[in-house]
């Protein structure tokens, strides 16, 4: 699972970019998209973030729709290159059956286009990943040490708007 944070607030110019807290709407996308899990009943064992503040409370409004997962924050996600985030997602230990992981485009819309080489949402998902979407991506027959290019399914693809 790729989640990009949500929508952060800009009302204090002042404040370094991985200080910016998330907006009003931020906040409410983010509940939409912790109701979607929760009724999807998905629950990632590892959930990786950046330590960047709006991926930090975008973590702390959808944890509440998650089983108690294990919970990674990574300085090295934010604003990390879909390589980066490859080779992160190749470390993770091979009993690992599903990873959340929360962090910033460019580099999550280039690892999930990276990755994915089929799945009708793709091409929604060129356009545009905007932020509180969530990309589900499986991975058939492939171990995480061995994910390369074009190895997963993007299996869904829902933007905040979409959700009630």
């Given at each position: 699972y790729l989640l990009r944070h949500a929508k952060s607030s800009w009302s204090d110019p002042?404040?370094?970019?991985?200080?910016?807290?998330?907006s009003r709407r931020g906040r409410r996308d983010t509940k939409r998209v912790a109701e979607h899990l929760l009724r999807l009943g998905i629950e990632p064992e590892l959930v990786l973030c950046s330590t960047a503040e709006r991926t930090r409370e975008t973590?702390?409004?959808?944890?509440?729709?998650l089983v108690p997962p294990i919970v990674r924050l990574e300085v090295g996600l934010?604003?990390?290159?879909?390589?980066?985030?490859?080779?992160r997602l190749r470390a993770v230990p091979e009993q690992v059956v599903s990873v959340l992981l929360i962090?910033?485009?460019?580099?999550?819309?280039?690892l999930a286009l990276l990755i994915a080489s089929a799945g009708t949402e793709l091409e929604r998902l060129e356009a545009k990943f905007p932020t509180?979407?969530?990309?589900?991506?499986?991975l058939p027959r492939i171990t995480w040490r061995r994910?390369?290019?074009?190895?997963?399914v993007l299996t869904a693809f829902v933007v905040p708007k979409r959700l009630n």
């Open positions: 002042t404040l370094p970019d991985r200080e910016r807290p998330l973590l702390a409004l959808v944890r509440p729709g934010y604003a990390a290159p879909a390589d980066k985030l490859l080779e962090g910033h485009n460019p580099g999550l819309q280039d509180a979407a969530l990309a589900t991506l499986t994910l390369s290019e074009g190895d997963a």
